[in-house]
């Protein structure tokens, strides 16, 4: 069974820093496009960013070029978004996606699996 376990979410303020974590199970992350979106409340899923499975980062979110970034452990299946600079329009349920055949699809369309989320809040 493959599944996917973000954690890391939690309560901020406003220029701190938070890491996420995903990790995968019944699944190797090595070849996968492995994608961050996030549901603010009341508002549509968006697409952050998706690493492609040559480790490159292509930014769905204008805002968050230049303060995310996303690493890969290959050791313990995991991924990692560090969100540096937070701001209140950050908060949201922040989810990871991963592509079983390494494409990063956009940030619209559903990848192939995907986790619970986890939540974020940033208080101004």
């Known amino acids: 069974e493959v599944q996917l376990v973000e954690s890391g979410g939690g309560w901020v303020q406003a220029g701190e820093s938070l890491t996420l974590s995903c990790t995968a199970s019944g699944f190797t992350l090595d070849d996968a496009a492995i994608a961050w979106f996030r549901q603010a409340s009341g508002k549509e899923r968006e697409g952050v960013l998706c690493?492609?499975?040559?480790?490159?980062?292509?930014y769905y979110e204008d805002s968050a070029q230049g303060r995310f970034t996303i690493s890969a452990e290959n050791a313990k299946n995991t991924v990692y978004l560090r969100m540096s600079s937070l701001k209140p329009e950050d908060t949201a349920v922040y989810y990871c996606?991963?592509?079983?055949?390494?494409?990063?699809?956009?940030?619209?369309?559903?990848?192939?699996?995907w986790g619970q989320g986890t939540q974020v809040t940033v208080s101004s």
């Open positions: 690493y492609t499975p040559s480790r490159l980062t292509i």
């Open positions: 996606e991963v592509q079983a055949d390494g494409v990063c699809t956009g940030g619209t369309r559903r990848y192939t699996y």
